[in-house]
């Protein structure tokens, strides 16, 4: 059982369009982490979020941490082919360990 | 910056045989981690070592075992490998555990066993 749920599992969009990922879970962590991983590569951190609500933008990518500190949200405004990858949030809890998603894989179409 | 380095790339093995997995990070990071990739499941870890000469188990540790051999390499060993480890292995360092700061992942070992 997956500690972390998120959703869609696969997103396939035409460059341009906006998309949004959820990560979901029943558990509050103390923070949150999200991470882009391509092909034949390990998962490059893209944002930690700490405080519950808190929002933090990276050029065209918004991350939302949940008020209550269980759910995230990764948004990316106007996708281009280069943000195609395998997206992860991990949580970290009390013991500050990680705890991955499945992923969600995104594929921009030119 | 050669970061997190993982050897080998790929790895072929058949059922019962014994490997290493080599990990070695340049950051002068305390804490090390292995974990394994497997479709639809995310990343789960293995082991860690929080510092230099403690090692701690994750949510996956049988059949493996691991060694801190100093503060920049953390090896991960296969004793009779079984085809349920056929996966993905990533190696990650960060500075300090316990934290909330990111950790740094190497580009993983491709284990196919037969």
């Known amino acids: 059982t997956q500690l972390l749920e998120q959703s869609p599992q696969f997103l396939s969009i035409q460059e341009g369009e906006n998309l949004t990922v959820y990560c979901n ?32 933008k990276l050029k065209r990518l918004t991350f ?14 106007a996708a281009q082919p280069g943000d195609t990858g395998l997206y992860l949030c991990a949580g970290t809890s009390n013991d500050y360990k990680l705890s991955f998603g499945a992923g969600t894989t995104v594929t921009v179409r030119a | ?30 804490s090390m981690y292995w974990y394994r990739q497997d479709p639809g499941m995310g990343l789960r870890l293995i082991y860690y070592s929080a510092s230099e000469g403690t090692t701690d188990k994750g949510e996956v540790p049988n059949g493996y075992n691991v060694s801190r051999l100093n503060k920049r390499e953390f090896s991960l060993r296969l004793e009779s490998a079984a085809p349920s ?16 700061q990111p950790q740094h992942f190497g580009d993983g070992t491709r284990l196919s066993i037969l």
């Open chain 2, 1 to 30: 910056n050669a970061g997190v380095t993982q050897t080998p790339k790929f790895q072929v093995l058949k059922t019962g045989q014994s490997m290493t997995l080599q990990c070695a990070q340049d950051m002068n990071h305390n």
């Open chain 2, 85 to 100: 480890q056929t996966s993905v292995y990533f190696c990650a360092s960060q500075r300090a555990g316990r934290s909330n």
């Open chain 1, 64 to 77: 939302q941490f949940g008020d209550a500190r269980k759910d995230s949200s990764l948004h990316i405004t």
């Open chain 1, 25 to 56: 879970s029943s558990s509050v962590f103390s923070s949150l982490q999200w991470y882009r991983q391509e092909p034949g590569e390990g998962p490059v951190l893209l944002v930690t979020v700490v405080t519950g609500g808190e929002v933090k």
